[in-house]
């Protein structure tokens, strides 16, 4: 099937309205603005966006469901209408796969693998880990013998903010409210303005599955001078939860800040990865091939830079070659399709620009570098090249900032006390990938590393109850498992006098 003939987009026709208090509305805000199909450039869908009044509304209504029946549902009765919340995304798994394709242009086998059934399973894993949470207590010792018992119980935090982006809408929208809404919060979510439709088609299976009305809530626009901002600064909201650019989370902890709000940020990354001598050179190619281009290098997780033990290294450096001009650039529905286009325009530029600096800084170019020419309508779409180049000086701002495209850059190491240093040139800290045999060495290696999440021999294998999230500018604290209960919840504290 080719982009023309995908399925047409389910989401509420051709325009994306808020969902505020239970109902879909378009506000009063009278801006609209237009999303486009990464594919072919055309316009999916006009989206109205929202003003200081809407997120208001959207702010009171979660505010007033926080007391209201939600508020007096047991954590079982929630966790039940959190389990028919995955039932009903995977009855609607096509048109939220459609709603997915069509505002990312992400190849089809991509997002039925993970993107739709992982923004699923966010509503099954916490609903599934808070009812396992074990409550601390103490028995206290007092001067006059009879004692005291403490506990702690776990509260709501209030109304969360969730500020989501564009590269896997709803799986990472889900990562957020899925553990907001287990723990009994409430929810007001701004999707990225560029992927707005599986969100507000989440506003649909709330109302399927008959969750209170105002418990989530949806509203659109951009960040500065709009919505985001708008929710950020609003005082109704309790803490704010924001996957995103860096850059954009100091300007939110700077909102948040007013009023002491608590903040969990999943940030950008500038990941390595390092590859040993001694490791299965074939799982390190492909592996590293993944890591580099899957989702068109559009992922916080991917790789950038590529670390190579010297007698492997042009060994390496061909198979990335070969396997990267082999990926099938297509649309999403195509058979066959491994890597679709950036998400707009403004995003090839940007990207662009980095694939014009490397070879200003005097980058070899091993493959890539342009824009491939694509058949019909598909030339209008923000296809890119997958780009390899070799030879960079590690201060270029190619080795230092984060592109998020389908590119990296390879370069030899001679010992582990090099590559170690040359990890942690960095101001990112989110992921790292070792490729090695050498389990002592791996064992070493991880105190060293500077990074939230570190995988050995492999890459993008999550389980979702352990931590994820970086240190250094990419994030602050950590989400999955308990830990997104910790977030979510405020730990009171009650000394009982026997
Ligand atoms: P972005 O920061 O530009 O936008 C993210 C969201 O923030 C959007 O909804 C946007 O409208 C909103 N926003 C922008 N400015 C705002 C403001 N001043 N106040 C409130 N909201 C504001 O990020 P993006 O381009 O959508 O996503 C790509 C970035 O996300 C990359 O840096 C990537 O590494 C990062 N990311 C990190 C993780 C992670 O888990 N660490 C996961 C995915 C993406």
Redesign the pocket.
């Known amino acids: 099937m080719t982009a023309a003939s995908a399925p047409p987009v389910a989401t509420a026709k051709t325009e994306r309205l808020h969902f505020i208090d239970g109902a879909y509305t378009a506000g009063n805000s009278g801006k609209m603005y237009d999303v486009f199909n990464p594919v072919d450039g055309s316009i999916i869908c006009r989206v109205h966006e929202a003003g200081p009044a809407e997120v208001d509304a959207a702010v009171k209504a979660a505010r007033a469901a926080l007391s209201g029946e939600w508020g007096r549902l047991s954590v079982a009765d929630r966790c039940d209408l959190l389990y028919q919340v995955a039932d009903e995304i995977n009855r609607r798994f096509d048109a939220f796969l459609d709603a997915e394709i069509a505002d990312t242009g992400k190849p089809a086998a991509m997002a039925r693998m993970i993107d739709i059934p992982r923004g699923a399973a966010n509503f099954k894993v916490f609903a599934d880990t808070i009812k396992t949470i074990p409550t601390e207590s103490f028995h206290l010792d007092t001067p006059d013998g009879e004692g005291a018992v403490n506990y702690a119980v776990r509260v709501p935090k209030g109304v969360i903010g969730v ?6 809408p709803l799986l ?1 929208m889900t990562w957020k409210v899925g553990p907001a809404l287990t723990c009994g919060n409430t929810v007001v979510v ?5 992927t707005p439709s599986t969100t507000t088609l989440l506003g649909e299976v709330m109302n399927a599955v008959g969750m209170p009305k105002g418990v989530f809530n949806v509203v659109h ?4 001078d ?4 708008y ?2 600064r609003h005082p109704g909201v309790d803490a704010i939860t ?8 100091e ?2 902890m700077k ?1 948040a800040a007013k009023g002491v709000r608590d903040v969990s ?5 500038k990941n390595p990865s390092i590859i040993f001598a001694d490791c299965d050179f074939e799982k390190a190619v492909e592996g590293t091939l993944r890591s580099v281009f899957s989702n068109c290098g ?4 991917s790789t950038e830079r590529v670390y190579v033990e010297r007698p492997i290294f042009d060994a390496f450096v061909s198979r990335m070659k070969a396997g990267a001009e082999a990926m099938k650039i297509g649309a999403p529905y195509e058979k066959g399709t491994e890597l679709g286009p950036l ?1 707009s325009q403004a ?1 090839r530029e940007k990207v662009l620009s980095y694939y014009r600096r490397a070879v200003e800084d005097g980058a070899s170019v091993v493959t890539g570098g342009g824009v491939p020419k694509m058949p019909g309508d598909l030339d209008n779409g923000y296809w890119i090249e997958p780009t390899i180049w070799t030879g960079l000086a590690d201060d270029s701002a190619v080795m230092r900032d ?1 592109i ?1 495209g389908p590119c990296c850059h390879i370069r030899p190491f001679d010992t582990e006390e090099e590559v170690v240093a040359l990890a942690n040139d960095t101001p990112y800290g ?1 992921a790292c990938a070792i490729w090695t045999a050498d389990a002592s060495r791996v064992h070493r290696m991880v105190r060293r590393v500077e990074a939230g999440i570190i995988w050995v021999n492999s890459w993008f294998l999550r389980d979702l109850r352990t931590p ?3 240190s250094k500018q ?2 602050i604290g950590r989400e999955g498992g308990v830990h997104s209960l910790e977030f979510y919840t405020e730990l009171r504290n009650v000394c009982v006098k026997i």
């Open positions: 500020i989501a982006p564009w590269n896997l990472l701004k999707p990225s303005e560029q626009g951009f960040g500065p709009s919505a985001g901002e929710l950020t924001f996957t995103g650019e860096t850059k954009t989370g300007e939110i909102a940020f999943e940030l950008g990354g559009q992922q916080c997780l998400i995003h984060e998020f989110l994820f999230g970086g990419s994030g």
